[in-house]
């Protein structure tokens, strides 16, 4: 790790507001994926895995015959496409085509001509994942392994499936001492169903946080507690300061409760449906959140403040000039899943490799 992000202190300490809250308290671990060239050794979002030669890649076996073709791009194209606005974005000077851009297209061109002479899959045929994120233990301590694992690494399927419209995701546990032999080109899709789907790679500044629950998981005595601004005011809390000052519960779900981005551990971003507890369909123990793959790393408005402190002069520039050809700092990784949302993995906490579920927020 090469770098370092630091979250901004909370406008207040919310356990001094309501002490109550202190027990709810979850260690989490902010991830802060940044564009960058990983290697399979380290850890990583959207970079190569320390996947073994000898170990079969994943592919996802359901039909894709739904996907509306139209949407579909080759990865190699997508990655063209981000190159070239990332470098107008840059320069500043105009949309011509570099040399070096213009044989990446030529090549890339030859390449689908020569997949379009045998035809393409048929859409019923096992698409290969892509890595969503690859996480060691001596990085991320929060992971909790089975046995004498010590990495995690997350892929999905570069489509989406019924009946939630969203990827399916793959999770496999392994020790990085018995991977010998590292599969050097592993496969890749045909097409993309979006280029959502197609992660850049990152390399990560974990950071360990205490999160307090998002209000939606408060009981209705804690949320009184919450709405009550005569606590806030109580405390200082400078009540005309916020856009949020008629609505307390707003105040502390944006700036108090559960923190934006890429994280291990923690409490979920709720917001497109309640809380609904979810259970092991192994052991039938309720399981909890392992890791939340973010559309967004922080929200625009007063979301800002959850950018680190080496960010906030870009938070601020991009929240009120906004941004160009899609060179958002709140979204490094270029993932977005579902309407800008946030995907959550869930696992058995008694048995991590039990199947682990996964969630639209």
Same mark, same amino acid.
């Given at each position: 790790?090469?770098?370092? #992000?630091?979250?901004? %202190?909370?406008?207040?300490?919310?356990?001094?507001?309501? !002490?109550? @809250?202190? &027990?709810?308290?979850? /260690?989490?671990?902010?991830?802060?994926? #940044?564009?960058?060239? %990983?290697?399979?050794?380290?850890?990583?979002?959207?970079? !190569?895995? @320390?996947? &073994?030669?000898?170990? /079969?890649?994943p592919h996802c076996e359901a039909s894709h015959l739904h996907v509306d073709s139209g949407f579909r791009q080759p990865p190699a194209d997508v990655?063209?496409?981000?190159?070239?606005?990332?470098?107008?974005?840059?320069?500043?000077?105009?949309?011509?085509?570099t040399p070096e851009e213009a044989a990446v297209k030529e090549r890339n061109a030859a390449m689908l001509a020569e997949r379009f002479a045998v035809g393409p899959p048929p859409a019923d045929c096992p698409v290969p994942m892509l890595p969503v994120s690859q996480l060691y233990l001596r990085d991320i301590p929060l992971l909790r392994p089975p046995g004498q694992a010590d990495?995690?690494?997350?892929?999905?399927?570069?489509y989406d499936?019924?009946?939630?419209?969203?990827?399916?995701?793959?999770?496999?546990?392994r020790s990085a001492a018995e991977v010998v032999d590292i599969l050097a080109t592993p496969p890749e899709p045909y097409e993309v169903n979006d280029d959502g789907y197609l992660l850049e790679p990152c390399v990560l500044a974990p950071e360990a946080i205490t999160e307090?629950?998002?209000?939606?998981?408060?009981?209705?005595?804690?949320?009184?507690?919450?709405?009550?601004?005569?606590?806030?005011?109580?405390?200082?809390?400078?009540?005309?300061?916020?856009?949020?000052?008629?609505?307390?519960?707003?105040?502390?779900?944006?700036?108090?409760?559960?923190?934006?981005?890429?994280?291990?551990?923690?409490?979920?971003?709720?917001?497109?449906?309640?809380?609904?507890?979810?259970?092991?369909?192994v052991c039938d123990v309720q399981v909890v959140p392992l890791l939340t793959i973010a559309s967004y790393?922080?929200?625009?408005?007063?979301?800002h403040s959850w950018a680190p402190h080496e960010e906030q002069a870009a938070a601020y520039a991009a929240n009120t000039t906004g941004h160009c050809c899609g060179q958002d700092p709140s979204q490094p990784t270029k993932v977005?899943?579902?309407?800008?949302?946030?995907?959550q993995i869930y696992i058995c906490p008694t048995s991590p490799e039990h199947p682990h579920t996964d969630l639209i927020q």
């Open positions: 790790m090469v770098f370092v #992000r630091t979250t901004p %202190p909370r406008p207040v300490d919310v356990t001094a507001v309501i !002490p109550e @809250l202190a &027990p709810l308290a979850r /260690p989490a671990i902010r991830l802060h994926p #940044r564009p960058g060239s %990983p290697s399979a050794g380290e850890s990583s979002v959207g970079g !190569p895995l @320390l996947w &073994p030669a000898e170990e /079969p890649w990655r063209l496409k981000r190159r070239m606005q990332a470098r107008w974005h840059r320069d500043h000077n105009g949309h011509g085509t990495l995690l690494q997350v892929l999905w399927c570069p499936h019924d009946p939630h419209h969203k990827p399916s995701t793959a999770l496999f546990w307090h629950p998002n209000s939606l998981d408060l009981s209705p005595q804690m949320l009184r507690m919450v709405e009550d601004w005569s606590r806030w005011q109580a405390a200082g809390v400078d009540v005309d300061s916020s856009e949020h000052a008629d609505c307390p519960r707003d105040f502390y779900d944006v700036h108090l409760a559960d923190a934006p981005g890429w994280k291990v551990g923690g409490w979920p971003p709720w917001g497109r449906t309640d809380p609904n507890p979810r259970y092991c369909t790393e922080w929200d625009g408005g007063e979301g977005e899943v579902g309407s800008t949302d946030n995907m």
